[in-house]
């Protein structure tokens, strides 16, 4: 036994060591890579797990994996199901019974319209697709991946950090060196719990049973019936109630999200594989064939860490925040959190930055984070608004479950609180029978809850300007010369960051009053491409020498550390280009607005997207995010080396 816990040392290596292969993780190495950077990927699961979490990917998470490879994005949208079968949400009785209400998310929008938002789709995928597709990629590219290798404790020491982790089938531990370790190991960190970083916000808003089950024959049961399939089946009869998750229907995926009351409820007295495929017939609204694949209980919360950074060690994804799963933010805001810091890693490890970096990094993940846990707290009132409307008020079986901790209540047994507390529920349930049958009392539940749904007032998927429209705020990484250029030119006057500067390099110290939340987008909803600083740089479609290409795609994005500055092509800016070309830590693109010019040089992009028509220079953060904008030279020439 002493020689199976015996430790050994770990030679010190440059890789990053990442603690977790979730799909966060994974695109966080990919992205390492495509800058130079190696990094060691451990998990302490022995395999990739097949229980179904996340299942939306946004426009600007697709962005990203398109980032890493088109292929890969290409890949990745390919496997989604047809959007015919997840464009709804369905509020139902069961899913072959009565429904209340049908809400397709895509109405009144065109292909030509989403596509003027960005170059890649929404796509609908389970997360353990997405993560063998990031595996796959990984493991062409030749990133260490491990699954097995627990993540125990580290210490700094003369800026190296010493980590011990457990070989999960020896038991045999080993002390490793890493100049950073990134926690992107889920709810229940072991990075953050061993660095002592607090979560804010709600303790606690619910607890659910996800019940992960197939049904192959379930998608023509509903064709035959001419019902519509959906991505979420809001239930409500007098049996059960909760959310079917279709992770696809064509392959008969799904995962359903039911109520959960500790300690009244327990799995193994409420939720056994026979129990839970009664509740999954009632939900499906037939006792068709399933095979119930793994129960889990899990804690829906809206919580941030009050940091992201310590001491050499960073968080990314759920180590960092959690939502309820309203919205598709989770798993988003994680892969965005990764990209936001890939780009800052290979920096200071290639020398280009200072590790004050982390520290903006920090500030702006958290304010987007927040955001995001708004927006899903929002979302989850609109459900629980929807509940209301049918005579099912969600509060009143918390204040329930509240009141056994008072007598008479509390003076009861373990095992009559638990018996009469599902007895109360059962009968809380019971104006749901109206519902499917079609009396007249359900017929006004129905409506009310209708109304709210179609007024637009339900759960809802699409938040494209949540997910496109937010500005960081004035924090941005520049050279010191960039500052009195920006103060120079009165077009860039709301532009001014509130920070002291390092002129040798594209670096900067935070100040003490960051602003605590991001400028976040007038609508969650609708998407207005805005070029300005703090903003992403919208999508805007670019001729080049070999054909249309998206302006994100020409950005510096692999090697070293890179801000893109896009000029105007005039002949000062040619001269500024000939200059500014030879600096490493700049990508120059010349470009024009109209394609009567009479220029003929094949290198200057022509861009006839009226939003950067105003503008003679635009420079751009590694992360795609404009740093500044100048209707002059100034900025231009601010970025020159004092001996030029």
């Known amino acids: 036994q002493q020689q199976q816990q015996q430790q050994t040392q770990h030679k010190q290596n440059d890789k990053v060591l990442i603690v977790g292969a979730g799909p966060v993780g994974l695109t966080l190495a990919l992205l390492l890579h495509k800058r130079g950077v190696q990094s060691v990927v451990i998990d302490r699961l022995s395999g990739e797990s097949d229980h179904p979490k996340a299942h939306f990917i946004n426009m600007r998470t697709m962005e990203i994996l398109r980032e890493v490879s088109p292929s890969l994005s290409a890949h990745v949208a390919s496997l989604s199901p047809p959007q015919e079968q997840w464009r709804h949400f369905i509020y139902c009785s069961s899913m072959l019974g009565p429904r209340i209400a049908t809400y397709d998310h895509f109405a009144g929008q065109t292909m030509e319209q989403r596509t003027r938002m960005s170059p890649e789709p929404v796509v609908h995928l389970a997360q ?91 998608l023509k049961h509903v064709q035959q019936r001419a019902l519509t399939p959906g991505m979420l089946f809001f239930i409500f009869n007098e049996h059960t109630m909760g959310v079917v998750v279709a992770h696809d229907m064509g392959e008969g995926n799904y995962v359903y999200q039911i109520p959960y009351f500790p300690p009244f409820q327990t799995l193994e007295a409420d939720f056994s594989p026979a129990q839970c495929q009664a509740l999954i ?14 129960v889990r209980a899990w804690r829906m919360t809206a919580k941030v860490a009050s940091s992201y950074y310590r001491g050499g060690k960073l968080l990314v994804g759920d180590a960092g925040h959690y939502f309820p799963p309203a919205g598709a933010f989770g798993m988003n805001t994680g892969i965005q959190d990764a990209h936001a810091l890939s780009w800052r890693l290979a920096g200071v490890l290639q020398g280009r930055l200072i590790d004050e970096t982390f520290e903006e990094y920090s500030n702006e993940r958290r304010a987007v984070a927040q955001s995001n846990a708004r ?15 049918l005579g099912t008020d969600p509060d009143k079986a918390e204040m329930l479950a509240n009141s056994y901790a008072y007598p008479p209540l509390a003076l009861l047994p373990a095992s009559l609180q638990a018996a009469s507390f599902n007895k109360a529920l059962a009968i809380g349930r019971l104006p749901l029978a109206s519902i499917s049958a079609n009396s007249k009392v359900g017929d006004i539940l129905a409506e009310r809850a209708r109304t709210l749904i179609q007024q637009g007032q339900g759960l809802g998927l699409l938040f494209d300007g949540q997910d496109l429209g937010f500005a960081y705020p004035h924090s941005f990484m520049l050279p010191g010369n960039v500052l009195p250029a920006l103060a120079s030119d009165q077009s860039c006057a709301n532009q001014l960051p509130s920070h002291r500067y390092v002129d040798s390099h594209f670096t900067t110290w935070p100040s003490n009053n960051f602003a605590a939340r991001i400028a976040e987008s007038v609508s969650p909803l609708k998407y207005t491409p805005t070029l300005a600083s703090g903003h992403r740089l919208p999508h805007m479609m670019a001729q080049t020498a070999s054909g249309p290409r998206p302006i994100h795609d020409l950005l510096a994005t692999s090697g070293p550390v890179c801000c893109t500055l896009l000029l105007s092509d005039t002949p000062t800016h040619r001269e500024l280009f000939a200059k500014l070309s030879k600096e490493p830590t700049l990508l120059c693109l010349l470009f024009r607005t109209n394609t009567t010019s009479n220029s003929e040089d094949p290198s200057v992009l022509t861009i006839t997207d009226p939003l950067i028509a105003p503008w003679a220079c635009v420079l751009v953060r590694p992360d795609g995010h404009v740093a500044a904008c100048s209707k002059n030279s100034a900025v231009a020439k601010a970025l020159l080396p004092k001996e030029l």
């Not at 491990?146 to 457990?166: D, I, L």
């Not at 017939?281 to 006792?287: N, Q, S, T, V």
């Not at 927006?375 to 409307?389: D, E, P, S, T, Y």
């Open 128 to 218: 353990p697709k997405l993560v063998t597709a990031l595996l796959a990629e990984a493991h062409r590219r030749g990133i260490d991946v491990r699954f097995g290798v627990q993540y125990e404790t580290s210490h700094q020491s003369e800026g190296v950090q010493h980590v011990r982790v457990c070989d999960t089938a020896t038991n045999q531990r080993h002390v490793w060196q890493h100049p950073f370790v990134v926690g992107a190991d889920g709810a229940n960190s072991a990075v953050r719990q061993h660095l002592g970083i607090d979560m804010e916000g709600k303790e606690k808003t619910h607890e659910f049973i996800g019940v992960h089950f197939h049904c192959p024959s379930l």
């Open 281 to 294: 017939h009632h939900a499906i609204g037939a006792p068709l064939d399933i095979t119930v694949r793994s």
């Open 375 to 389: 927006r899903a707290m929002k979302n989850l009132n609109c459900v629980m608004n929807v509940m209301r409307a």
